[in-house]
């Protein structure tokens, strides 16, 4: 490789005070981090949900009667059992009840379709699934075609204040609340590599091709929540915060940033069901005065639409800290939020096979708006070009990122081929374009799939994006390329609008749009097609699915997806 100028690491100059360039991580099990927060803290509460208190003693005794219940219906060490559960307390107790068994978790998204599901349930493997029941149906049609032996159901009222005990049994399934009471704790005993054997498989479409599972070890997550509470330093006290969690803990930055770091810092952790319901996050800050709230983009753009914002005001003063990722923070909708709730946001980076998180800005230092701050510890980067990994890119030049760390993915599951194109000498090819300044903060500039081509001119959707988000009509956009009829190869930029309410969809917005966006970027990244919708195509974390308005563009063309 040429000379590489990200060796002197130039972000550790600017780390706050008393973070470390490099931690010494403990060879432990995940499931530690229960067993040290009970013995530290076993009357704190561990879970709030509903008005319902779970303490650490409870949830550790819960997920050792599960342990012992799923080693009894068969599991071993090192199987795959999966979990399909929305943001109940049973999701958090068959997490850890599968760790303490000796498995390997894998959560299913509750939006899955029968295909999807199939589709996971057959690669990982997995024999029994621990699900909602109102799950059960989707299941029973596909069950027949994935090795499932066991379904385990679970109802949302099943850990709220009024629930009741001995639930009727579901014809072909088991109640986890029967067997929970059924069953003595008497957890296997086992020895951990923490280097080799895993926490989860946490399925990912990557940058191509159907969904794989990356691998996390367990130094993978143990390193990252690690380094996460080091990084943010007295901000972080162990046994004294409460998470608003609102992310989808089926997601692997809702599995590390909202359960497994604050288990490890034994913090209440404040559950609200349902990530869309807005009304009800308000009503859970009102009743945990939570201290920190990891978010999305989008999560905060729907709040600053609510009306009753306002009435909230006070509650929202208990937040220190907002975390955001997954997706880029428009600068205009970070500034009106922390203007308008008092509470701080700080942008970070990551990605499912990296645990997740690489990057933050500093909790005390310089925030840099617009930039996903600067790699965690012991997080080597570096940006080089776009068509050869081996050649590295002097500072301040845009190119694909890849990283070197403990919370590289160990691979992806039985796809040897993908996981030699993704890891190269230990660096993991992240397929995001980005940059990093002479300060060793980085900015992510956009996907390098997403990237158009008009004419040779190289056009990032996001920094679009960014443009038509600082005009005041628009409420959201994406940005795509879709193919030039008269220039084989080019494409023309394409930009997808959600206005504000009060505005109308016409030609004279659309020339509107436009003129704004040529007072502001070159003419060849304006976009030449303006389509307005009520609404975009997003994931349950509020990322825009770039992919499926080209699927919708390339359908229209009459071309197979």
Known sequence: MSEDPYAEKLWVKNYDKGVPSTIDYPNMNVYEFLDNATKDFGSRTAIWFMK??????????????????????????????????????????????????????????????????????NDCGAEIIIAWDNQVEKINKIKDRTRLRHIIITNVLDYAPMAQRNPAEIAGTMQFLN???????????????????????????????????????????????????????????????????????????????????????????????????????????????PTMFPGVPTMYMRLLERDDLEDYAKDLKSIRVCNTGAAP???????????????????GYGLTETSPVTHSNPFSGTRKVGSVGMPIPDTNVRIVDIEDYTKILPIGDA???????????KGYWNKPEETANQLKDSWLLTGDIGKMDEDG???????????????????YPRE???????????????IIGIPDPKLAGSEKVKA??????????????????????????????????????KELPETLVGKVQRKDLKEIEAKRRGEEV
């Open 496 to 533: 997808y609008v959600v206005l504000k309410d009060g505005y109308k969809e016409n030609e004279e917005m659309a020339n509107e749009i436009k003129e704004f966006c040529r007072k502001n970027i070159a003419p060849y990244k304006v976009p030449k097609f303006i389509e307005f919708r």
């Open 464 to 478: 679009v994006e960014d443009v038509l988000y600082e005009y005041e009509p628009v409420e959201k956009v994406a």
């Open 329 to 347: 923070m428009p600068p205009e909708v970070q500034k009106d939020f922390e203007g308008r709730t008092g509470g701080i946001i700080l942008e």
């Open 179 to 289: 067997l929970i009471d059924n069953t003595k704790p008497d957890p296997p005993k086992f020895e951990t590599n923490s280097k080799e054997d895993l926490v989860c498989l946490q399925y990912t479409g990557g940058t191509t091709g159907l969904p794989k599972g990356a691998m996390l070890t367990h130094n993978n997550i143990v390193s990252n929540c690690i380094a996460v509470a080091t990084w943010a330093g007295d901000e972080f006290r162990r046994g004294k915060e409460t998470i608003l969690t609102n992310l989808p803990l089926f997601h692997i930055y809702g599995q590390t940033v909202c359960m497994n770091l604050h288990i490890y810092m034994a913090s209440t952790i404040a559950l609200n069901p349902d990530p869309r319901d807005q009304k009800s996050l308000f009503e859970i800050i009102k009743a945990t005065h």
């Open 441 to 459: 903060y980085f900015f992510i500039v956009d996907r390098k799939k997403d990237m158009i081509d008009v004419s040779g001119f190289k056009v």
């Open 399 to 409: 190119g694909e990122i890849i990283m070197k760390g403990p919370q590289i993915m």
């Open 52 to 121: 319902n208190k779970i303490s650490y003693k409870k949830l550790k005794d819960i997920t050792e009667r599960l342990a012992t219940a799923l080693v009894n219906l068969g599991v071993k060490k090192g199987e795959v059992v999966a979990i399909m559960i929305p943001n109940f307390p049973q999701f958090i107790m068959s997490y850890y009840g599968i760790l303490k068994a000796g498995a390997i978790a894998t959560a299913c998204s509750v939006l899955h379709t029968e295909y999807e599901l199939a589709y996971q349930l």
